[in-house]
């Protein structure tokens, strides 16, 4: 009996599959827009087909978030994306980081903009940026 159950115990553990997910609400798409200015993203990234406000001392921003792309990224990837920026830069983005920092090895993403960032302006602001990707022709499933 005790060997049964040892095997069942045994069994279930490598039948067990993770979900990998975020199970909260979703994000305000308007509140999004405001929180990423507030928190002035828009210093270094524009969103496509959006207008910024200006803001005083800043560079034109480098790099544009959203637009048509062939590649669909997650809700996850992005809150990823944001949450830790160097965990992945795609080859778009490494190449205008490098021509505007001359072979920038990491973001350059301010991380106490994150420090100063509600769960809710995060959840918010992946969910202005996710309705600004277009999937394209060619798209594929990674």
Same mark, same amino acid.
């Given at each position: ?16 599959? +993770? ?33 910024? +406000? ?6 034109? +921003? ?22 830790? +920026? ?57």
């Amino acid at each position: 009996m005790v060997a049964v159950l040892a095997f069942a115990v045994l069994v279930s553990g490598c039948a067990y599959t +993770p979900i990998f997910g975020f199970p909260v609400q979703e994000g305000d798409i308007n509140a999004g827009r405001q929180a990423f200015i507030d928190h002035q993203c828009h210093q270094c990234h524009s969103v496509s087909g959006i207008r910024m +406000p200006p803001l005083a001392g800043a560079s034109a +921003p480098i790099l544009e978030l959203g637009g048509e792309t062939t590649y669909a990224k997650s809700y996850a990837e992005l809150m990823t994306s944001v949450i830790n +920026p160097n965990h992945f830069i795609s080859e778009r983005y490494r190449e205008q980081l490098r021509l505007d920092t001359l072979l920038l090895s990491e973001s350059p993403m301010p991380t106490p903009q994150l420090d100063n960032m509600t769960v809710r302006q995060l959840l918010d602001i992946v969910s202005f940026l996710d309705a600004r990707y277009v999937l394209v022709e060619g798209y594929v499933s990674e």
